[in-house]
């Protein structure tokens, strides 16, 4: 079993960055790929970003390249979102989540474990 959590979300204007975390513990998260999702509310939860066990590939969807970068520290058992020019549809529960096949990166089905997510909020 890996338990989840992340941390990191608040209240943040327009055009401003927040680094989210996701920390695991009960196994190590080296042997699991990772991902990023995100719900609003009245919509359904989205894929935001993934990456490999090692680091050594990193997806996004389309529109938020160039502004989310994951990364993760296999040696702190963490992985990080950081979200850079914010802007009010950015506004969600963003969920962290392991899976440990190297199935579809962004498929929520592909992934065995997920946290409770962190709540981040947009002001314009």
């Known amino acids: 079993q890996v338990q989840l959590v992340e941390s990191g979300g608040g209240l943040v204007q327009a055009g401003g960055s927040l680094r989210l975390t996701c920390a695991a513990s009960?196994?190590?998260?080296?042997?699991?790929?990772m991902g990023w999702f995100r719900q609003a509310p009245g919509k359904e939860r989205e894929f935001v970003a993934a990456?490999?066990?090692?680091?050594?590939?990193?997806y996004y969807t389309g529109p938020l390249k160039g502004r989310f970068t994951i990364s993760r520290d296999n040696a702190k058992n963490t992985v990080y979102l950081q979200m850079n020019s914010l802007k009010p549809e950015d506004a969600a529960v963003y969920y962290c989540?392991?899976?440990?096949?190297?199935?579809?990166?962004?498929?929520?089905?592909?992934?065995?474990?997920w946290g409770r997510g962190t709540q981040v909020a947009v002001s314009s």
């Open positions: 989540a392991a899976r440990f096949s190297s199935g579809s990166c962004c498929r929520t089905a592909a992934y065995d474990y």
């Open positions: 009960g196994r190590t998260l080296s042997t699991y790929h």
């Open positions: 990456i490999t066990w090692n680091g050594g590939g990193a």
